[in-house]
């Protein structure tokens, strides 16, 4: 795999220099020291992957990826110092369209990180494949316009949302349920890939976003009308027949973690109430047969459209199998969920 590195920290930019060249699968392809360099130079040579920091002079990490999303789509991992510390940046970036973020090796101070950032590299090699190369980093045709805590309630849920995003997702789900309050009964399930490390960032970055409660969901929890429970696990997020909450580190191969496939089809299997299944941007193909699984099943089906999608590839799939009843801009599947569920806004 072709990698480049976008890190203006002399000491950072070697080590993310060593531990590629450190296997023959992979090759630096180049590395840039600013924000704008790296935007230039992946027009120019675009790589299969860039290893990009946060904070870059010219351009920041932020920008630079949603330009090159913009004109030379391509995976992106975000690998900053201490990423813990940036969290309101990840998320921008992740929402400009990188995939995943992780800490830079020599920074973060812990052994190991060679072999953690490779095991990164491998993941995204393998889902990069299994996508069908960068071809599937499509662009952005046209921006998302417009948008779319409570103590936990112990009420009798009744109605279940579950939402799976990948590719731009954290940014998107905000979107979506800006503003709302879910009626009673309603419970929220969000499958957003992400790695588990930065997961329960997720949950209390979007819960600043949000009016409803917002954690992460443990193993064994039940379903709370009114929160939303976010999977905070590589392992796979299932709803078994009890309508508990599992992880399963099943399918072990599964390029997507945790899967959205794997919880939408444990929604068809097992929910009986109520339920309205949501894919959001993302690259690759998960979440399309689950959704296809839901709708089978009897339950409402709604798939991002591609003008407000980060990455039309999960939407993508889940139209081309028919997935999804409605197929619609960002902006106007929160309203949708409302007027189907009701709550305030």
């Not at 443990?218 to 929160?227: I, M, P, R, S, Y």
């Not at 099943?250 to 959205?260: E, G, I, L, T």
């Not at 979440?287 to 699984?293: D, F, T």
Request: net charge negative; proline share 4%; aromatic share 4%.
């Amino acid at each position: 795999m072709k990698i480049a590195i976008a890190n203006d920290v002399a000491m950072a930019a070697e080590a993310l220099r060593r531990v590629v060249a450190s296997t023959a699968e992979h090759q630096v392809l180049w590395i840039a020291r600013t924000g704008a360099e790296a935007v230039r130079m992946c027009a120019e040579s675009r790589p299969d992957l860039i290893l990009m920091d946060l904070n870059m002079p010219e351009l920041d990490g932020v920008e630079a990826t949603r330009q090159i999303m913009e004109h030379s789509p391509c995976a992106i991992l975000v690998v900053t110092g201490r990423p813990q510390d940036n969290v309101n940046q990840v998320f921008r970036a992740l929402g400009a369209g990188a995939l995943d973020v992780t800490a830079t090796p020599v920074l973060q101070g812990q052994p190991g990180g060679d072999a953690e950032l490779l095991a990164k590299i491998r993941t995204m090699d393998k889902l990069i494949r299994h996508s069908g190369g960068n071809q599937a980093m499509l662009p952005r045709t046209a921006a998302a316009n417009g948008n779319g805590g409570d103590a936990a309630s112990a009420e009798k849920v009744t109605a279940l949302v579950a939402i799976g995003a990948s590719t731009g997702g954290p940014v998107a789900v905000s979107k979506l349920l800006a503003g709302w309050k879910a009626p009673r009964g309603c419970a929220i399930v969000v499958v957003q890939h992400i790695d588990q490390h930065f997961a329960d960032n997720f949950a209390r970055w979007l819960g600043e976003q949000l009016e409803m409660p917002v954690r992460s969901a443990e193993e064994g929890d039940e379903l709370v009308a009114g929160t939303i429970l976010i999977a905070k696990s590589n392992d796979h997020l299932t709803l078994d027949q009890n309508l508990r909450l599992r992880y399963d580190a099943h399918p072990k191969d599964y390029a997507y973690r945790p899967s959205v496939d794997v919880f939408f089809h444990c929604v068809a299997q097992h929910w009986k109430g109520e339920a309205i299944g949501v894919l959001l941007t993302g690259m690759g193909r998960d979440g399309a047969e689950g959704l296809l699984a839901m709708r089978r099943a009897g339950q409402t089906t709604i798939a991002q459209d591609q003008a407000s999608s980060a990455v039309y590839g999960m939407p993508r799939a889940a139209a081309e199998l028919d997935a999804a009843q409605m197929i619609l801009p960002l902006a106007k599947i929160g309203p949708v969920l409302r007027g189907t569920l009701g709550g305030r806004t």
